[in-house]
């Protein structure tokens, strides 16, 4: 057996290397992303004031802006997208394909409408909607995934079907907005385009809870979904037991997106997007997991800075996202398809 | 199964004919209202003195208009799927229809558009400009304009212009009322004044797209085939496409988006009478406006008293006839 | 059947896709250490046979058998560090370099959040080196020339160091210098590795030329197999392709060469 190339081991470490930097500068970034959504406001806080709230003392006024409508709201921001972008590029990798996102397959659709279902005519509020939500688009999940296997799920069969079920869910939130009365409308439409507005502890933690319990499983899966990229027969000749492989990872990231749009709504784009941004900015070759949950969040907590500070009316962070995201789309799907790559 | 020979064809052709008329006739019929015979007859000579007979005059341009609209997008739907060879193209599907409410959208928040004529106007353009891009990014990259590529770009463009219009709508309640019950998809408000202005343009439309039939059928083989038998790809592929964009964009814009009509029509037709389009034009177009118009009154019969938007109907119908499709495909066709 | 010069032995297989059957009661053995081509006319059921070898089909009657072990009860990294395949039309992740490509090979050497190792630096390296793409190691997969991705390819598959290894076609799509480079490639890892190969191939002549250990199909069912010289007669051809034909020695090999009619 030949030695082995000194160059090629140190090219290998030096792609290591750049990746893990990557890494922590985005790591940086979200903190300070986070750190500033914990002093800016209509009062701005010092970071010494935020840090004795934080640990707990009691300081006239900050106790409550930061304690009780900062922290939770930037919290909720972090986790969900967090949440968005780690489950949304664990689809576009799975399917081998930028634009599978869950956004577009439908099972965003099935959380949104059994959302706007909830509100509008069951008239629930709070947890309740939530719980509709991640029972709908785990249901929608299953039955995309379901109705795509024919000796067993080939990708391109379970995307035109997600397809097909979310233009039917769709048109029945348009049905379900026509009948609600004016108030729950302007709920609706803000759940349907995803808003941290109705940050508060009793939705975070259930969020984090899930994160906490979900994202160790995909980290795990991290390799074998590395290696479906490169086709399924390549993949299970490798080693990896596809169909189970898939099941586990569908699960985990359905209940990443579910929980996540229960909680904050589908905060549009972020799932589609982070994914592609990720693989631009630590390159190609190493799992996208990571990086893309970090661009999630750091997404999630500049647009809703944006949102509510920069645009003189205060927008919901899915109506940022949404503005931002469309061109950005537009751009990605031009170029994806003529490179005819995947991420 | 074998395809039936010129008689038989034009047997079909009657067939439709006549399930178009008992479908026009159910929907004169039926309704939230029940009404008699009397009704009916007193309503349709133009009488509309007792509250049945009124409840049947006000259904009958309902009907003309559930009859066009469906008309158009079976048309449209067929010239479609003939123009991308693309057994899974639908207007809806293909973010046509998005485009076309995104475009009305803005119409109405940042032009105050208020008649229908501009809406329909804008909504055909809005049809256009959708149509070129998801066609345009679908047919990047190696392979040309695949099926599963080109419903992406329609899905992914979808998701792109709903964002937009909420971000138009979010902070303007009085066009987010506005729009919701355009957005839905129905036929509802008909009146004489709207199927006017939207006739001319589907019957322009219908003739161009019959007389494209030929080089559409050329166009099944592939470009350069279809070149080698003397028909100009560019242009036939131009003027139906565009025949079709403003079927859909008008239909759109007197209805709303009403999605699966385009999708489920062309096949249907082409199991009952093959692929040559001279036939399944005007099949499509005749099972098209009586599937629609069978829909509404559907929507109107199963939710007594209230009504189910015909929109909402075709899509819940007409998913499953597409998941279907999906899942009868061949693996290498997607 | 299950003589020790065989590894890899399917024993009265019928394959099908859903309902349809595209092979029937079909036995076969790899021998050890030789080159072995599936050749038959299109839709034949080469390639179902291909898959079913590597465990991707399983079949509906019958078993493949690897040391006498049915592939389906072995655990598939282990099988992993055992058979290696070529598919037909892998996919390379955009912007993927070479050597990254090459080291996903080692996937079945590595524990669940394993390490990588010296062993798997050198396996990586040994790969490169033995397909001639060690200067190509940083360059991006996509730029590669269709003859060289290929080779690459077969470097993921040696990186995953297996005594078998099961390649489909893997001359489409390349010219015949290519075509001619790839195949010489294999039968050099073959010569120097003793790995054992098994491939379908669509070119008689190439696989008369390569083959060790020739199969002929048709229509779901094996009609020769033996020594090119022994497969590859004017009668088994026609039988075989349904093609009139006259058979001469290959004046460069000397193998049975088939001049059409």
Known sequence: MSTVPVTLVGERRRRATRRRSVLGLLAALVAIAFAASLMIGHTLYGPVDVVRVILGQDVPGASFTVGDLRVPRASLGLLAGLAFGIGGVTFQTMLRNPLAAPDVIGISSGASAAGVFGIVVLGLSGLAVSLVAVAAALGVALLIYVLAWRDGVLGSRLVLIGIGIAAMLDSVVSWVLVRASQWDLQTAMRWLTGSLNAASWELVVPLLAVVLLVVPVLLAQSRPLELLQLGDDAAAALGVR??????????????????????AGPIAFVAFLSGPVAARIVGPGASLLVPAGLVGALVVLVADQIGQWALGTRYPVGVVTGALGAPFLVYLLARTHRFGGSL | MSLPGRAGRTTWLFVALAALAVAALLSVALGVRAVGWSDIVAGLSGDHDTVGAAAVAKRVPRTALAVLVGGSLGLAGAVMQGVTRNPLADPALLGVTSGSALAVVCGIAFFGLAAPSSYLAVAILGAAAAAVLVHAIGSLGRGGPTTLKLALAGAACTAAFSSMVSAVLLPRIDVMNEFRFWQIGGVGGADWHRIGMVAPLVLTALVVCMGAARGLDALALGDDAAAGLGVHVGRTRLLAGLA????????????GPIGFVGLVVPHLCRLLVGSAH??????????????????????????????????????????PFFIALVRRAAVRAL | MNTPGNTLVVERASLSYGDRPIVTDLSLALPEGQVTVIVGANACGKSTLLRALARLLRPAGGQVLLDGRDVHTIPTRQLARRLGLMPQAPIAPEG????????????????LFGRWSAADDAAVAAALEATGVSDLADRAVDELSGGQRQRVWIAMALAQETSVLLLDEPTTYLDLAH???????????NAERG??????????????????HLVALRAGRMVAAGTPAEVVTEETVEAVFGLPCMVVADPVTGTPLVVPR
């Open chain 1, 242 to 263: 596809v169909e189970r492989t898939r099941l586990v990872v569908i699960v985990a990231a359905v209940l990443l997106i579910a929980c996540a749009t229960a909680a």
């Open chain 2, 244 to 255: 079709a964009i403003v079927l859909c964009g008008s239909a759109t814009a007197v209805a």
């Open chain 2, 278 to 319: 001279r036939w399944l034009l005007p099949l499509s177009l005749l099972v098209g406006a009586a599937l629609l118009t069978l829909a509404d009154v559907l929507g109107r019969v199963v939710a007594r008293p209230a009504e189910l938007d015909v929109g909402i109907v075709t899509a819940v119908l007409g998913a």
């Open chain 3, 96 to 111: 993927i370099v070479v050597a990254d490509l090459v080291a996903r090979g080692r996937h079945p050497h590595q524990g």
């Open chain 3, 179 to 189: 075509q001619i480079e790839v195949l010489d490639l294999l039968a050099r890892l």
């Open chain 3, 195 to 212: 790995t054992t190969i098994a491939m379908v191939l669509h070119d008689l002549n190439l696989a008369a030329r390569y083959a060790d």
